[in-house]
C-alpha cells in the first residue's frame, strides 16, 4: 500500500459529497450551547442533575441513544436532528440539511423550547455565547470519551489554548454543499478568505476564563494558537492551484494524535496517517476519523464546513445560515467573491485577524474596511435570496450596520 493509494482514497470519499446538477443544494448547521445552573455556573457531566441525567430525561424525543466505549451516554439521534456533546459537555445540536431557511428558525426555536421546559424542572438554563461566561477551563470536567481525553493530553504538550478550545469555547457551524471538484475547492477557497470576517460579524464571547475579554474575537486567538499543525487555514488552499490531492497529502501528513483500535480503545500516537497506514488501506472510518483530526477555519469532508463563527442566539445564527446561502449558492456571487478575495494569500488572512482581534469594524482587511467588506457581503446574500428570505438576515444585518458585535453589546 502506497501514499498515494490512500492520496486516491481521500480524494474518492470528498468527490462522494458531490451533488447533483438537479440536486437542490442545503444548509447543515450545528449549534453549541451551555448548560448552567441559575448563576451561570456550567453543569458538568455527571451527577444526579448532570448532562447525563438531561440527556435521559430528553431521550423520549429521539429515536437512539449514543454510548461511548465506557457505556457513558453522550448522544442522542432522530432524523434530521442529532444532539452530541462537546469535549467539557457542551451539548450541541446538528440539524439539517436544509433547503429552506425557515425550517432552520422553525426546529431549533422547537428544539429551544423543549430544552427550556425540562430545564426550568432542573433549575437549569442554557446560555448561547462563545466562551464559558463564568467558569475557567480549568475547573470544567471532561465527559468520559476517550478520543477527548487524548486530545487534552496531546494539546496541553503544545500549550494552554487546547484545553480552552475543548473546555471553555461554543460554535455556530455552517456545511455547504458542492457539485463538481472545481465547485468544491472555488468554495473551499472563498469560505477560507471570508472566515475572518464571519468571525467579526457573529462574534459573541465577551468574557474569557472569568474576565472581561481583552479584545475582540477570542475564539480567532484560540484556535490561531491551539495547534499550527491541524488549525487556522489549510496549507495553500487560497492558491487557484490549490487541489483534493493536495488537501489529502495534509490530511496524510498531519499527526494522528490518536488511532481507533479494533477493540474499541484508542491508543494515543504521534505518528503521522502516512505512517500509520503505510501498509494498509484506509477504510472510510479511517477517512473520517482523519478529516476529523483538523481543525481548519474551514473544513472539508463530503460538504464544506464554516467554523468560524461563536455560538449565537437562534435569530441570529439563522441570518447567518441566510448569509453563506446567498453568498455561496448564487453562481454570481460566487464571481463576485472571485474579484474581492483576488490575490488574498495566508500572509494577508493571518493579518486579518490581528487586525480585526486589535480594532474590530475599524480594522482594515485585505486593504479595506472590515466594515465596508461586509457590508458588502450582506448586499450580495440580499439581492440573491429569495424574497420570502431576505428577511432572516435582519437581525444581523442590522447589529453589522452599528458596527457593533454580541459581545461588544453583552459588554456594555
Not at 90 to 106: H, K, N, T, V
Request: include cysteine; proline fraction near 6%.
Amino acid at each position: 500500500m502506497t501514499s498515494n493509494a490512500n492520496r486516491d482514497r481521500i480524494v474518492d470519499y470528498v468527490k462522494s459529497g458531490i451533488k447533483r446538477a438537479d440536486e437542490p443544494l442545503r444548509l447543515g448547521v450545528e449549534l453549541e450551547h451551555f448548560v448552567t445552573d441559575e448563576e451561570g455556573y456550567a453543569i458538568p457531566y455527571a451527577g444526579d442533575f448532570g448532562i447525563a441525567t438531561l440527556l435521559e430525561e430528553l431521550s423520549p424525543e429521539y429515536d437512539e441513544q449514543q454510548f461511548s466505549n465506557s457505556g457513558a451516554l453522550i448522544g442522542l439521534i432522530r432524523p434530521g436532528a442529532a444532539l452530541s456533546l462537546e469535549p467539557a459537555a457542551q451539548l450541541e445540536l446538528s440539524a439539517g440539511p436544509y433547503e429552506d431557511i425557515g425550517l432552520i428558525r422553525y426546529d431549533f426555536e422547537e428544539f429551544h423550547r423543549s430544552l427550556a421546559r425540562t430545564l426550568e424542572k432542573r433549575k437549569q438554563r442554557i446560555i448561547i455565547e462563545g466562551y464559558q461566561p463564568v467558569a475557567k477551563a480549568d475547573d470544567l470536567a471532561l465527559i468520559p470519551k476517550i478520543r477527548y481525553k487524548l486530545m487534552d493530553e496531546h494539546f496541553q504538550k503544545i500549550g494552554p489554548y487546547g484545553r480552552f478550545m475543548m473546555r471553555g469555547s461554543a460554535s455556530t457551524q455552517i456545511s455547504i454543499d458542492y457539485t463538481s471538484v472545481d465547485d468544491c475547492l472555488r468554495k473551499l477557497r472563498l469560505a477560507s478568505a471570508a472566515s475572518p470576517l464571519f468571525a467579526l460579524l457573529c462574534d459573541n464571547a465577551p468574557v474569557f476564563e472569568g474576565k472581561p475579554r481583552t479584545h475582540e474575537l477570542m475564539r480567532t486567538e484560540i484556535w490561531r494558537e491551539c495547534d499550527p499543525a491541524r488549525c487556522g487555514l489549510i496549507p495553500g488552499v487560497l492558491s487557484p492551484d490549490f487541489t483534493l490531492e493536495d488537501y489529502a497529502d495534509y490530511i496524510l501528513r498531519t499527526p494522528a494524535i490518536f488511532v481507533p483500535q479494533p477493540n474499541g480503545i484508542s491508543r494515543a500516537t504521534e505518528q503521522s496517517f502516512t505512517e500509520i497506514f503505510a501498509e494498509e488501506p484506509l477504510q472510510t472510518a479511517d477517512i473520517e476519523h482523519a478529516l476529523s483530526m483538523v481543525f481548519n477555519d474551514v473544513r472539508l469532508k463530503t460538504y464544506i464546513e464554516i467554523r468560524s463563527a461563536d455560538a449565537m442566539p437562534v435569530p441570529f445564527v439563522v441570518a447567518y445560515a441566510a448569509l453563506v446561502k446567498g453568498l455561496f449558492y448564487a453562481p454570481e456571487n460566487l464571481d463576485a467573491l472571485d474579484e474581492l478575495f483576488a490575490g488574498v494569500d495566508e500572509e494577508a488572512v493571518f493579518d486579518a485577524k490581528t487586525n480585526l482581534m486589535a480594532c474590530g469594524y475599524d480594522a482594515l482587511v485585505y486593504g479595506r474596511p472590515a466594515a465596508e467588506l461586509i457590508d458588502y457581503l450582506f448586499q450580495l446574500a440580499y439581492e440573491a435570496l429569495a424574497r420570502n428570505e431576505r428577511s432572516y438576515l435582519v437581525p444581523l444585518k442590522q447589529m453589522a450596520s452599528t458596527r457593533r458585535t454580541l459581545a461588544s453589546i453583552i459588554a456594555h
